[in-house]
């Protein structure tokens, strides 16, 4: 069964951190590239750091580079999304998301997990 589990969310103050973790099971972790997305209430969901499979590269959206950081553990099939000095404006549900073209599932979902950030 092809799946994606989220944990890590939670309730934390600004300035504070959290860890988000992703554990996919069911395909063939190392070879497609992972994703995180959020979505706020009332807004579009956006990309926010991706990871390819073999070559770890990353990328971000722009503000909140120099605070998230993408990491994955093949061994673990697992993605983690390192979250530092976080701000009001990163509430919002988490998805995980795995992506690789020409292949079925082309892409997965997970279930989300909830980040709110306020004092």
């Known amino acids: 069964q092809v799946r994606l589990v989220e944990s890590g969310g939670g309730l934390v103050q600004p300035g504070g951190s959290l860890r988000l973790s992703c554990v996919a099971s069911g395909f063939t972790f190392s070879a497609y590239t992972m994703r995180w997305y959020r979505q706020a209430p009332g807004k579009e969901r956006e990309l926010v750091a991706g990871?390819?499979?073999?070559?770890?590269?990353?990328n971000y959206l722009d503000s909140v580079k120099g605070r998230f950081t993408i990491s994955r553990d093949n061994a673990k099939n697992t993605v983690y999304l390192q979250m530092n000095s976080l701000k009001p404006e990163d509430t919002a549900v988490y998805f995980c998301?795995?992506?690789?073209?020409?292949?079925?599932?082309?892409?997965?979902w997970g279930q989300g997990t909830q980040v709110t950030v306020s004092s």
């Open positions: 998301n795995a992506y690789r073209p020409w292949v079925s599932p082309a892409t997965i």
């Open positions: 990871i390819n499979g073999v070559a770890g590269v990353t």
